[in-house]
């Protein structure tokens, strides 16, 4: 065998042995995505809803003692499922970690609210306040050659997504006349303020935070640069179009596997595009967007995308993600403590809880946000469309 013969075989089997590797990597990566998606959708079916908000109630008139809470359960609503949770779960230096079961109910509750959530990005539990994703970061290549020509080197290129706890923390005072009063519309309450408060920041974060001071690293800052781009400032219904249009073809070219594909926008572009009509007076989008579809896939709305961005402060962004792409690796359990005698900051002033006869409730959640691929989003930007709507 001469020494081309022998180049040329050797560059034949290291080929097919690269192509095999990418093959196998991509299968394994989809086969994980699906696996944990399926998982999600399961626990999402479950019929049986834990009440957090008599959880909570309980833990606030126990004042954070899972003895004395267990025993205002036993007597106000004779609720055995949070009697035996209070007592097989101590608390610790003052706080409390709401069981499993109830976090992930939390969680459940908190996924209308919070946008990012409500788009179902993978859900990744990270117990160790670490983990690491798999990524192919480049992929082997194919060429055309001639008679007796040597194979041209290619190979697939891998990386790491790493993921870290970041640690929310939100505080709730509560009406100690709520917390005493049985009604089932105060449990929702309860619970209502605690989600509410965790999804306006958490929402905030995994959209538009820069990863520094302790936040998470949010949509806009995982995205690549060259998946962003201004929206024309010629407002009208052909350039909008062409807009969205461009920002889905951002993540084709890209060969983004669309799996589960969604856009995050303003109140103000939202509202704009369902009013926007064509030539003959109908409404171009306003029908669609009333089934929660937007060229075809779902929308979510959000004020955490602000509607008074650029030097005019009349400006917005309109996100489109493969949340297939998109995870939240996030700690199994929230940490509640509980405080009659706290002070808190009410925005203008520090006041006294035991003062109003209330009682301050903070919970810690642990999560982080991340992109497998920063390709697998687009950005429009600059975007002045609901500005006369918002103004």
Wanted: aromatic fraction near 8%; charged fraction near 25%; include cysteine.
């Amino acid at each position: 065998m001469t020494k081309e013969e022998l180049v040329q075989l050797i560059d034949d089997v290291l080929g097919e042995k690269l192509k095999d590797v990418l093959q196998q990597q991509s299968d394994n990566q989809q086969k994980w995505i699906e696996k944990i998606l399926a998982s999600q959708r399961q626990q999402e079916q479950k019929a049986e809803k834990p009440n957090v908000g008599r959880l909570i109630r309980a833990l606030a008139a126990g004042k954070g003692d899972p003895q004395k809470a267990a025993a205002f359960a036993q007597k106000a609503w004779k609720d055995e499922a949070i009697v035996k949770a209070l007592q097989t779960d101590e608390g610790e230096a003052g706080g409390y970690l709401v069981p499993e079961e109830y976090s992930s109910q939390l969680i459940e509750y908190l996924r209308p609210l919070a946008v990012v959530r409500r788009m179902n990005p993978v859900i990744i539990p990270m117990e160790t306040g670490t983990m690491s994703m798999p990524a192919v970061t480049g992929g082997a290549s194919a060429e055309y050659i001639g008679e007796g020509t040597n194979v041209p080197k290619s190979q697939p290129t891998f990386g790491q997504v790493k993921l870290t706890w970041k640690k929310l923390a939100c505080l709730v005072p509560i009406s100690n006349d709520l917390i005493r009063f049985s009604s089932p519309k105060a449990d929702e309450v309860v619970r209502n303020d605690l989600v509410g408060a965790m999804a306006q920041r958490e929402d905030a974060a995994f959209i538009r935070d820069d990863g520094n001071n302790d936040k998470p690293k949010g949509l806009l800052n995982w995205i690549a640069t060259a998946n962003k781009f201004d929206a024309n400032e010629t407002v009208n219904l052909a350039n909008v179009t062409i807009d969205l249009a461009k920002a889905i073809y951002y993540l084709r070219k890209n060969e983004t596997k669309f799996l589960n594909c969604g856009w995050i926008l303003s109140p103000g572009s939202e509202l704009y595009l369902k009013t926007v009509r064509d030539s003959n007076g109908n409404f171009a989008f306003k029908g669609e967007m009333d089934q929660g579809r937007l060229f075809g896939f779902p929308f979510g709305v959000t004020t955490q995308v602000p509607d008074n961005l650029g030097d005019g402060e009349d400006e917005s962004e309109i996100y489109f993600v493969d949340f297939a792409d998109a995870a939240i690796g996030e700690s199994s359990r929230v940490e509640i403590e509980i405080s009659s005698e706290a002070a808190y900051y009410d925005g203008s002033n520090v006041v006294s809880a035991f003062s109003l006869d209330q009682t301050v409730l903070r919970a810690i959640a642990r999560h982080d946000f991340a992109m497998r691929r920063n390709t697998s989003g687009a950005v429009i930007q600059a975007v002045t469309w609901g500005s006369s709507i918002v103004s």
